[in-house]
């Protein structure tokens, strides 16, 4: 299953961007759509995800970020919004669930969008 991550770039302190995150190939049924980001030295962090049972955030994000999915589409979204010098990242998306009905499954990861939020 690959994934196609859209939808970064520049903004200033204040800002909105929002990305996408397409997932094609063999999938039978997604399970978990998340977006993680890795800032610079950092390790990767949770930013939020998205199942059935409903959206969990990472902290420094709440009441900030949305996440949502089209189904239909395989695609999950990631709304910006009051965008802070410290969101500047790269931002990767991630996807699991199963590739069939024999229930094998994937665990896949975009290539990555930047996010630069300027001061």
């Known amino acids: 299953v690959q994934l196609q991550a859209s939808g970064g770039g520049l903004v200033q302190a204040g800002g909105s961007l929002r990305l996408s995150c397409v997932a094609s190939?063999?999938?039978?049924?997604?399970?978990?759509m998340g977006w993680y980001r890795q800032l610079p030295e950092k390790s990767r962090e949770l930013v939020a995800l998205?199942?059935?049972?409903?959206?969990r955030y990472g902290d420094s994000v709440k009441g900030r970020f949305t996440i949502s999915r089209d189904k239909a589409k395989n695609t999950a979204y990631l709304q910006m919004n009051s965008l802070k010098p410290e969101d500047t990242a790269v931002y990767y998306c991630?996807?699991?669930?199963?590739?069939?009905?024999?229930?094998?499954?994937?665990?896949?990861w975009g290539q990555g969008t930047l996010v630069t939020v300027s001061s």
């Open positions: 190939g063999s999938v039978f049924r997604i399970n978990v």
């Open positions: 998205i199942t059935d049972a409903g959206t």
């Open positions: 991630n996807v699991d669930g199963f590739k069939d009905s024999d229930y094998n499954s994937f665990d896949s």
